[in-house]
């Protein structure tokens, strides 16, 4: 039977796939890839302005972390996180030498979602307070305590009101929830905001904030100067965990190890995943803080994963790390960030009028797209798409371009070793692809 089936219809009727209905999905059937490039089953290329879920950071198929991974193969497929490993050791130091001062251990994860819930689960046993802070517009993770403290309508369906989060406002600018006209006012507010809710929750009660340090998912909105810094000295001030979720924004997205070098602080906690190995294999992890760790010195940590530390996933993170010390890759994320995609973006919303907004830095780009400047109406509704959206979408691909979008935002997410001609040329290709939709604009 399966040999009259096309592949696409294959991967349909056998595969159930994440956050869709199973009956509308097209997937794109990917071949192969190399560095910016992926390759579909009819041999066509596309520029992967989305680094697939914003994680292949140094690249598709870099040669170092391949072999790095056939060596471990070869060597020590697997073993039980109680042994301990080489590979999971080195991975651990490299990833602490990157982190903050204080980073002190490393637990390992199968990815992001799970990170979050452990760190999660150290503050609250750290503290021994229940709830957890985390913003409207955030995106962290699909698991249970990940998705209900997640800020978007996809907590909705699991959303029982007993995982203990409270949500709040961070900063947004283009679309102020404090009805600020600067950067400065809506950090001013965006903090006064927080302390209230924190005041009215209860300190006594809160556990940890967890925040990502440039929202992903949501929207890419870098945080105004003061605004991480201001949350830092309100988790100190209220004896609560600052949770970093550096799972999109870290390991060089951002033109830093970590985004939030770029805003002088130090988290309690840090959850990483994706670029830490370009999830070459699943890995994701928590930087713990020495004050944490200390807590768990002699009693037990009750929690732990069969893979916690797979020699084949910290043997990739050690390559791809290294690979990132030494060939200037996140220099070059900042580079190609400031020089093409921060005046290239900016041109394309000078020609655009559907373009509302360009928000970004580094390999970490956000285009809001809208039908009016003016009333700033999204070209799709929250929590859905739109024929405009789709077209959009549809007319990337056949231009030969992979973009991340979500609702009524296209992100220019490409690995942070794309070249300076090719993020020109996928620009080209945007640039083409935004022609389709101009009739959406009302103005
Ligand atoms: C900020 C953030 N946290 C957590 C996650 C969840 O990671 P994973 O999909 O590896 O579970 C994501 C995934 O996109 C993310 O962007």
Redesign the pocket.
Known sequence: MSEFLSSVEREKRSVFHSWSAQASINPLMVASAHDSTVVDEDGKEYLDFSSQ???TNIGHQRAEVVDAIVEQARTLTTIAPQHGNRARYEAAEKIVAHSFEGADKVFFT???????EHAVRMARLATGKPKVLAAYR??????AT?INLTGDHRRWAVDTASAGVVHFFGPFLYRSHFHATTEAEECERALAHLEQVITFEGPSTIAALIL?SI???AGIMVPPPGYLAGVRALCTKYGIVYIA?????GFGRAGSWFAYDQFDVAPDLV?F??GVNSGYV?L?GVVINEAIAATFADRVYPGGLTYSGHPLACASAVAAIRAMEEEGIIDNARRVGEEVLRPGLAALAAKHPVIGEVRGLGVFWALELVTNRATKEPLSPYGTSSPAMNELVAACRREGLLVFHNFHRIHVVPPCTITAAEATEGLARLDRALDSVAQYYVG
Do not use: F, I, R
């Open positions: 879920l914003v994680n199968n990815g992001g979602t799970e990170a979050v955030s995106y962290h993770g699909a698991t990940s990502e929202p992903g998912t979720d550096e799972v999109m924004a959850t995943a994706k699943p994701g």
